[in-house]
């Protein structure tokens, strides 16, 4: 079973940067599928960036992270990471990295029920 520990969370001001790890438990073995999701507080989970491949990623953001956000896979230790820039409040949540080694093509990339692997999730709190 693939287990997934995030990292990297926070608390910190508008127009800040943070960078988001997502690591495997399984010694040399990277998901071909992975990506990031985010809970706000009374909303569903949805898709914020997602990475499929080894060293060729094929990614695809949500429309509103796109140009702040980039995702990047290093295949080699198993590590998933989100770099975040010009944090703004409503991109505070909970956010999850998923895994998977089968996603239904680029339409499933950022929907949920497409993954199922999950980590705990990692808060970070944006504040005006």
């Known amino acids: 079973q693939v287990q997934l520990v995030e990292s990297g969370g926070g608390s910190t001001q508008a127009g800040a940067s943070l960078r988001l790890s997502c690591k495997s438990s399984?010694?040399?073995?990277?998901?071909?599928?992975m990506a990031w999701f985010r809970q706000i507080s009374g909303k569903e989970r949805e898709g914020v960036a997602a990475?499929?491949?080894?060293?060729?990623?094929?990614?695809r953001y949500a429309h509103s992270v796109e140009g702040r956000f980039t995702i990047s896979k290093d295949y080699a230790d198993g590590t998933l990471s989100l770099q975040m820039t010009n944090l703004q409040p409503e991109d505070t949540a909970v956010y999850y990295c998923a895994a998977d080694s089968d996603v239904p093509g680029e339409s499933a990339f950022l929907t949920p029920t497409a993954y199922r692997y999950w980590g705990q999730g990692t808060q970070v709190t944006v504040s005006s």
């Open positions: 990475a499929a491949g080894r060293r060729n990623l094929i990614k």
């Open positions: 399984v010694d040399r073995y990277t998901p071909f599928y």
